[in-house]
């Protein structure tokens, strides 16, 4: 079944729009509700604290980080913010990691890791660790990027459901690192190009059969940035834009053709409540 959601602003200045666009998706029957982690951006408000602000205010839709760039946080503080998350809204919280980027500027932020191969590399051993973290056991862990002894992040009762890992990748070598460990591929139109997902998409099953795992335990979700218009000229590469019928027909093609089974809407330009609810109860329904 697919699934259907919005991505809505950080932004410090559009806070009202935020909170109103997330009550809105909720009544409107999205499944998910998300909020983009950029931390380095001096635009944006804090990911991490915006999210128990949007679960608070909603009961049902699901509230995702789009993604949390690792290279800030420690998996430690990031296992003990997520079973938080877990514990006070019911099992509603998801977790959108990546490496972070554009990656250049990051170090001079304060990102751990120099290069983006080491913030690669951390990502790759950081998944299983925060899931070990949740197991409500003691952690010890030596390895080449993470130091832990005796390390738990729950307090309490594990969290349940565990919170999925959703992840944002778009090179092999992350998509590989995908398929292996993530319970979720999490890409963003504005970022490739669409004749490039099959192989992206072949890519991410390797990764999943080399490790054991059925590529079909990875959902395929779309991060896709765009307006609803019908003023404005179509377009369908690394923005869709255009009427209902133009969404619907492109998003028709990107489940039967490029396999995504969950669609983000981005809204890129206009107020984004008006943009929920046009692709809530517009788009939605011709699919």
Same mark, same amino acid.
């Given at each position: 079944?697919?699934?259907?959601?919005?991505?809505?602003?950080?932004?410090?200045?559009?806070?009202?729009?935020?909170?109103?666009?997330?009550?809105? +998706?909720?009544?409107?029957? +999205?499944?998910?509700?998300?909020?983009?982690?950029?931390?380095?951006?001096?635009?944006?408000?804090?990911?991490?604290?915006?999210?128990?602000?949007?679960?608070?205010?909603?009961? %049902?839709?699901?509230?995702?980080?789009?993604?949390?760039?690792?290279?800030?946080?420690?998996?430690?503080?990031?296992?003990?913010?997520?079973?938080?998350? *877990?514990?006070?809204?019911?099992?509603?919280?998801?977790?959108?990691?990546?490496?972070?980027?554009?990656?250049?500027?990051?170090?001079?932020?304060?990102?751990?890791?120099?290069?983006?191969?080491?913030?690669?590399?951390?990502?790759?051993?950081?998944?299983?660790?925060?899931?070990?973290?949740?197991?409500?056991?003691?952690?010890?862990?030596?390895?080449?990027?993470?130091?832990? %002894?005796?390390?738990?992040?729950?307090?309490? +009762?594990?969290?349940?459901?565990?919170?999925?890992?959703?992840?944002?990748?778009?090179?092999?070598?992350?998509?590989?690192?995908?398929?292996?460990?993530?319970?979720?591929?999490?890409?963003?139109?504005?970022?490739?190009?669409?004749?490039?997902?099959?192989?992206? *998409?072949?890519?991410?099953?390797?990764?999943?059969?080399? +490790?054991? %795992?059925? &590529?079909?335990?990875?959902?395929?979700?779309?991060?896709?940035?765009?307006?609803?218009?019908?003023?404005?000229?179509?377009?369908?590469?690394?923005?869709?834009?255009?009427?209902?019928?133009?969404?619907?027909?492109?998003?028709?093609?990107?489940?039967?053709?490029?396999?995504?089974?969950?669609?983000?809407?981005? &809204?890129?330009?206009?107020?984004?409540?008006? *943009?929920?609810?046009?692709?809530? *109860?517009?788009?939605?329904?011709?699919?």
């Amino acid at each position: 079944m697919t699934d259907y959601g919005v991505a809505l602003p950080a932004a410090a200045d559009r806070l009202p729009e935020l909170l109103e666009a997330t009550v809105i +998706a909720e009544d409107l029957g +999205a499944g998910l509700v998300t909020v983009s982690d950029h931390p380095y951006l001096p635009s944006e408000l804090d990911a991490w604290t915006l999210v128990p602000l949007l679960l608070a205010r909603t009961s %049902r839709v699901r509230v995702a980080t789009n993604v949390t760039a690792l290279p800030f946080r420690s998996p430690s503080v990031i296992a003990k913010g997520a079973a938080t998350l *877990q514990h006070t809204s019911g099992g509603r919280f998801v977790l959108g990691l990546g490496s972070g980027g554009p990656y250049d500027g990051l170090p001079g932020w304060g990102a751990q890791w120099p290069t983006l191969g080491e913030a690669i590399g951390a990502l790759d051993e950081a998944i299983p660790l925060l899931r070990r973290l949740w197991s409500g056991r003691p952690v010890t862990h030596d390895g080449a990027y993470y130091r832990l %002894r005796d390390a738990t992040a729950v307090a309490g +009762a594990s969290p349940d459901p565990v919170p999925p890992i959703w992840v944002g990748a778009f090179k092999p070598r992350m998509l590989a690192l995908t398929g292996r460990h993530a319970d979720a591929w999490l890409p963003t139109n504005a970022y490739l190009s669409l004749d490039e997902v099959p192989a992206m *998409q072949r890519a991410v099953d390797e990764g999943a059969v080399a +490790a054991g %795992r059925d &590529p079909s335990a990875v959902r395929r979700v779309f991060n896709v940035m765009g307006v609803i218009d019908d003023d404005r000229p179509p377009r369908n590469d690394q923005l869709l834009v255009g009427s209902a019928g133009h969404w619907a027909e492109a998003l028709t093609d990107y489940r039967e053709r490029l396999r995504f089974d969950t669609f983000v809407f981005w &809204p890129v330009r206009g107020d984004t409540r008006r *943009q929920t609810e046009l692709f809530l *109860q517009t788009v939605v329904p011709k699919l």
